[in-house]
């Protein structure tokens, strides 16, 4: 009968033959590092649930992910050094503006790409009297940047100076670089006078 109680009695006997000064001290320190006031006033519990909910602080991004991603550079085409305009007396600079941003649809386009100065000038001349006889209010010239030319943009040069000192400079009213998808540097809106024309 004595056997039988204690083989029922492990813990018992344990805690008999092992004394509590004979176990290696632990390191002495609170079960948690904060203050619990601090702790619960920082958390929040879940719906329904017997648990608590505290948020996970960030880490702080990097130098590099705060530049990212980066702001799109946006250049306009009168902003750069091949842009070219000008306007008539009495035209104005909210007319230029609107000629500049693509506002006044153009009707017609000439291209000059491929021609002499000589056979650019005769064909300039003709097409702006054909669009002043028609009518036309705004036209689109394309005359190339002149990147492959050793001497710069000549026939760009050549249509500026059409335009501010040829034989029809009383009919244009205003001029101005195109939009990059009209052409760019390398066109120019033409703003006519709606005067009547009759050919010669």
């Excluded at 390191?27 to 608590?52: G, I, M, S, T, Y």
């Excluded at 085409?77 to 506002?103: D, I, N």
């Excluded at 649809?105 to 009297?129: I, M, N, P, Q």
């Amino acid at each position: 009968m004595r056997r039988w109680r204690m083989g029922f009695r492990p813990f018992e006997i344990l805690r008999e033959r092992v004394a509590r000064d004979r176990l290696p001290a632990g390191p002495e320190r609170p079960l948690c590092e904060e203050d619990p006031e601090e702790f619960f006033r920082k958390v929040r519990p879940l719906e329904d649930r017997n648990f608590f909910w505290a948020p996970c602080p960030r880490p702080p991004r990097r130098e590099e992910e705060r530049d990212w991603p980066p702001e799109p550079l946006r250049v306009r085409v009168w902003q750069t050094s091949e842009y070219m305009e000008g306007r008539a007396p009495g035209v104005t600079k909210e007319l230029l503006r609107r000629l500049r941003e693509g506002r006044i649809a153009y009707s017609r386009v000439l291209d000059l790409h491929g021609l002499t100065v000589a056979e650019a000038e005769v064909v300039f001349h003709r097409f702006l009297r054909e669009c002043l006889f028609r009518g036309d209010r705004c036209v689109l010239v394309v005359h190339g940047r002149g990147l492959s030319s050793p001497r710069g943009p000549v026939l760009k040069e050549k249509v500026r100076f059409w335009l501010e000192r040829g034989p029809l400079r009383r009919h244009i009213l205003a001029y101005a670089s195109a939009r990059p998808c009209d052409g760019g540097p390398g066109a120019t809106y033409v703003l006519l006078t709606r005067k009547g024309w009759r050919k010669k």
